[in-house]
């Protein structure tokens, strides 16, 4: 709470307070490759992420994947007490993915950095609204905003380095007031200094009017909750009238709803009977429709087999009337092969008497 008399003094006393403020962050080295690339192996099923050595020749079965440094410029501007200061933060970072990031992410292997760039876009939003949280007490009027600018650097880094991405950030931050342009950050420390003072002393009675109107808006807001709660008696006081009617003419539905369904169940006896008879009738029909298709195949059956019983028989007596003409024939051949050779036979015994008379 002192610190500003403390300063004060000092600076009456004739302390330099432009000596710039010692920081121990260490500056951070990314060890960036620029000839970074990924070779994909994918043979069949098999496949395997590396990078590409330095005597690499490249197959069929081979992809190529730069690793590109990737600059990511980010820019933001913020408000601080109610439009009094206006802060600008550039965050310039670069960045190239490591062959652990790769491989985690081998689906977007094309598109490697715009995928860093949208993963964790909200994560540096998050860590940046963690680092200008502290600028709310005002501290850094005094001490200026190095060290902020620093520490959002390397804590940038570290976020990205933790998910195996090489990174490098720098951090600017200026800022101006809106009702002082000429004031600078550092130089006018203790004129700032008084200006916050006066600003805090403003604050407060702000506060206090605010606190009052609340006060009153909330005396505001209990006289009518019990006009509301009033109302709300009377609306419960309709809301059961009115329950006790529904329930009346609830009542007088269901014994019509109960009426109804014994006259829907008497009609559906009845008409289960009716559709009962006529299936009877319709089987009955049907029984003696095939009883008489029977019979009729019956009779075609006969018919039939008494047909084929007759061709049977007159193709057997075909046949062997056939057996005996040709019975015959061959016998009349024998005979006549018999008479022939019988003539043959005078005739050579004829010759013989001749010739010996």
């Not at 990078?51 to 994947?65: A, C, G, N, S, W």
């Not at 008489?292 to 009337?321: N, Y």
Request: aromatic fraction near 8%; charge should be negative.
């Amino acid at each position: 709470m002192n610190q500003p008399n403390t300063e004060l003094e000092a600076w009456l006393s004739g302390v330099d307070l432009f000596e710039p403020v010692s920081n121990d962050l260490e500056d951070w080295v990314a060890g960036f490759d620029a000839d970074r690339q990924l070779v994909v192996f994918k043979l069949g099923p098999f496949k395997r992420l590396f990078l590409r050595p330095e005597t690499f020749q490249k197959r069929f079965y081979h992809q190529l994947y730069p690793l590109a440094i990737q600059s990511w410029p980010y820019r933001r501007q913020i408000q601080l007490f109610d439009d009094f200061c206006t802060l600008d933060i550039e965050l310039n970072i670069r960045f190239q993915a490591t062959l652990a990031y790769a491989q985690k992410n081998s689906e977007v292997l094309e598109s490697l950095n715009q995928h860093i760039q949208q993963v964790y876009t909200a994560v540096i939003e998050d860590r940046i609204n963690q680092e200008l949280s502290n600028l709310a007490d005002g501290v850094w009027v005094q001490n200026g905003l190095s060290s902020h600018e620093k520490r959002l650097a390397v804590s940038v880094c570290e976020i990205l380095t933790l998910q195996h991405i090489q990174a490098e950030a720098l951090c600017h931050m200026s800022v101006s007031f809106a009702e002082f342009p000429d004031v600078q950050l550092g130089k006018d420390s203790v004129y700032l200094h008084v200006l916050k003072k006066t600003f805090e002393t403003h604050q407060q009675k702000q506060a206090e009017l605010e606190r009052q109107q609340v006060l009153a808006q909330q005396q505001t807001l209990i006289a009518k909750q019990a006009e509301l709660e009033h109302l709300k008696q009377l609306a419960e006081m309709q809301r059961q009238i009115q329950l006790q009617e529904a329930e009346a003419q609830l009542q007088l539905l269901e014994d019509k709803e109960r009426q109804i369904v014994r006259q829907r169940d008497v009609e559906r006896r009845i008409h289960a009977e009716q559709i009962n008879h006529e299936q009877q009738l319709k089987e009955i029909s049907l029984e003696i429709e095939l009883r008489s298709q029977q019979e009729l195949e019956s009779r075609q059956r006969l018919a039939e087999v008494q047909l084929t019983t007759d061709r049977l028989a007159h193709q057997t007596f075909l046949t062997e009337k056939q057996t005996i003409a040709e019975i015959e024939r061959q016998a009349m051949i024998q005979r006549r092969r018999r008479e022939a050779n019988q003539m043959e036979a005078d005739d050579h015994e004829m010759r013989t008497d001749e010739s010996t008379f």
